[in-house]
């Protein structure tokens, strides 16, 4: 269906993923001189689901029941695919976007104790066959993600404040869906230095959409 691309970020905490987007976004805008190049994040990217967001990342970290943070999860993704990420690749837009639902399968499925199935019947009712045409892992160690996570401004969100094990089996996940869909995904080692990951990034992308000159 879509005429643009869909490039997700994924990883655990304080991988870096909000700078490479960023970077990515504006070494894309140079190569396709004229190009739109969109960055959106989830949970959000679309009104109502910032919204949801919010009830996400806020409060106790008890504060939902599995099924039902997944549940918001999703909603929130549709919403985001619908007013933001479907349209925009549809007038042939890229769309650069810091997490998608990997991060359901890692967090909820894994983290939360889920499991696949549930996260699998849920992509096929709000996303359907719908995929991102490249998703690049961000992966580093629990220990160093979350010491880098602390010292951001704002504090730990409520999932940063979840215990060390949840981060280690979200760890886990994403080591396993680069392993299970080598295809789509991109494993890359974020413990270097950003100039360094972002020179990885670049090659992962403009070796899979062949943007070399
Ligand atoms: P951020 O830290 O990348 O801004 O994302 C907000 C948090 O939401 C992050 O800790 C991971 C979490 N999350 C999930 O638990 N499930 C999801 O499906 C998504 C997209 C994010």
């Known amino acids: 269906m879509s005429v643009g691309r869909f490039i ?7 991988a870096g993923k909000s700078t490479q987007v960023r970077r990515l976004a504006e070494r894309l805008r140079e190569a396709r001189a004229g190009r739109v190049v969109l960055t959106t994040r989830e949970p959000g990217g679309a009104p109502g689901a910032e919204e949801i967001r919010g009830l996400l990342i806020n409060g106790d970290a008890s504060r939902w029941d599995a099924m039902s943070e997944a549940l918001l999860h999703f909603a929130a993704r549709r919403e985001h695919l619908v007013r933001t990420i479907w349209p925009a690749l549809a007038q042939g837009q890229w769309v650069v976007c810091d997490r998608f639902a990997d991060s359901s399968l890692a967090y909820q499925g894994y983290g939360q104790g889920l499991g696949r199935e549930a996260i699998a019947a849920l992509y096929a009712l709000a996303v359907g066959d719908f995929r991102p045409d490249l998703t690049l892992i961000l992966d580093l160690p629990v220990e160093e993600g979350l010491r880098r996570a602390g010292k951001r401004e704002g504090g730990l969100d409520r999932y940063e ?3 060390g094990a ?4 979200l760890r886990r996940a994403f080591l396993d869906v680069a392993q299970q869909e080598p295809e789509r995904c991109r494993l890359i080692d974020a413990a270097a230095g950003e100039d360094l990951v972002a020179a990885r990034v670049w090659e992962a992308v403009a070796g899979h959409f062949g943007l070399y000159p």
């Open 161 to 163: 404040r979840m215990d």
């Open 8 to 14: 997700t970020f994924e990883g655990g905490e304080g």
């Open 166 to 169: 949840f981060h280690h089996r």
